[in-house]
């Protein structure tokens, strides 16, 4: 691996916050200088943004232009699906507004799974510690720039962990979970390279619900965040039925909102689009919660 550089200028839709802190990844750290650093499954990544231009440097095992512009979905024009989003409601517009740089990653399949099936009932600090320690455990050593960062561990490297030493990790009742999908898919119970083969999004995610740990909420994720890229599906979450109950359906007990009653109007409402709805109306209302709180 070498040490490459590009730098990326007059990009639309390209805010670092936006990107990384929307809930879509956990690899990805904020520096003092405002930067980010991430690991992209062989190599490392640093990204600057100033004045408009985005400088994007790392320790790469693949040309760095290729790697972004498929990672970053730099070939989808966003600026079309946001003016097609904004003219649905003024609620939509204003989420755009507040997160008008989001874009959607193209992350690793394997990566995401095992990386969703760790957040169910988790917050990210956590999400993102467990996923540190496992990398750090399992995956491979890269030093750049006199610092260690580690892969995420594929399947074959976690063949071999027990329940008991997922459990030391700080996984909770996921280390049965993330035990069972890996052997699941080692033994092709689940085969990886079919699902990326297959064009039904239903028969995708009736094979995403079969592994352990891979409730409707954490399928919607794999489908909308990995190489899958699924735009149409619209997970849902506490702050997803908050802000379709506040903003659409208007029930005085949000609790009584049931998941497909959500996932009707979201597809009703927002199409194919839906995924990329729910990303800016997620990102707009918890943040607008959090900074009240």
């Known amino acids: 691996m070498k040490e490459q550089e590009y730098i990326l200028e007059n990009c639309d839709s390209f805010e670092l916050e936006h990107i990384f802190e929307c809930g879509q990844c956990f690899r990805w750290n904020k520096m003092q200088d405002n930067t980010y650093v991430g690991v992209i499954k062989n190599g490392v990544l640093k990204l600057k ?97 006199g610092e260690s960062y580690y892969t995420f561990p594929t399947a074959e490297q976690l063949k071999d962990v ?39 999004t239903i028969k995708i995610r009736e094979q995403l619900l079969s592994l352990s740990g891979v409730g409707p909420k954490v399928a919607d994720c794999i489908l909308l965040f990995s190489t899958l890229k699924r735009l149409e599906v619209f997970p849902i979450d506490v702050w997803v039925r908050r802000v379709m109950n506040d903003l659409y359906i208007k029930n005085l007990d949000e609790n009584k909102v049931n998941k497909k009653e959500i996932e009707d109007l979201a597809h009703r409402k927002f199409g194919n689009l839906a995924g990329l709805a729910q990303q800016y109306l997620f990102y707009w209302r918890r943040n607008e919660q959090l900074n009240v709180g």
């Open 162 to 200: 027990t329940v008991e030493q997922y459990r030391k990790l700080g996984l909770g009742f996921r280390d049965i979970r993330l035990y069972e999908t890996t052997h699941m898919i080692l033994e092709k119970q689940v085969d990886l390279e079919n699902i990326t083969k297959e064009k039904d």
């Open 49 to 145: 943004k100033e004045n408009n231009k985005i400088t994007f440097k790392g320790i790469l095992d693949k040309d760095i232009k290729e790697i972004i512009t498929y990672y970053f979905d730099l070939d989808r024009d966003y600026k079309k699906i946001k003016d097609t989003l904004s003219r649905l409601d003024e609620n939509l517009k204003e989420s755009i507004k507040y997160g008008e740089g989001i874009r959607i990653l193209n992350q690793d399949l394997w990566e995401m799974i095992i990386s969703f099936i760790i957040s169910a009932n988790n917050n990210i600090p956590r999400i993102k510690g467990i996923i540190e320690r496992l990398s750090k455990n399992y995956g491979n050593e890269i030093k750049w720039n």
